[in-house]
């Protein structure tokens, strides 16, 4: 299968894409604002959403894919750091919590497709590491929903200095 698929509209979406273990699944909100998905098997997926306490604007209710989510050396800790801006003009001080869910409702009506983008360049973990650390970050909080999500699939690159 490609790295990524081509757009689908739901119902299609559901079946026809053909989710695999460990998939990343982008959807898109409207013309400007995508969120990310990681499908777990058993129509599952893990996702984020806007925190109780938070009262995203219309311009917040999608992805803040340019900021800062990185994990700690030796760690599979997510840290969130907040850029002063998206190049989208988001809001950096949303918070996200990171849930579980049902495919269908997360997808909603909503154009989807999988785009595992990162394969060809980054090395992904075994299906069932990917699972275990997704498991092991629901409920935690981030500013960054596109590399929280995107980076339970892959293992962190290591810059290498050649002197």
Known sequence: MALTSEWKSPPES???L???VGDLIEI?????NTSWALYLGHAQ???TQASADQQPTNQDTASSANQSTTATPGSDNLQSTSAAAGTNGKDCNIQYQVKKGLLKAVIGQHTVRINNMYDSTRKAFAVPTIVERAELHI????TDRKDAIVNLRYERQMRVWHL
């Open 14 to 16: 559901w079946t026809s």
């Open 18 to 20: 053909n989710f695999q």
């Open 28 to 32: 898109q909100e409207d013309d400007n």
């Open 45 to 47: 997926v893990v996702y």
């Open 139 to 142: 409920g935690e909080t981030i």
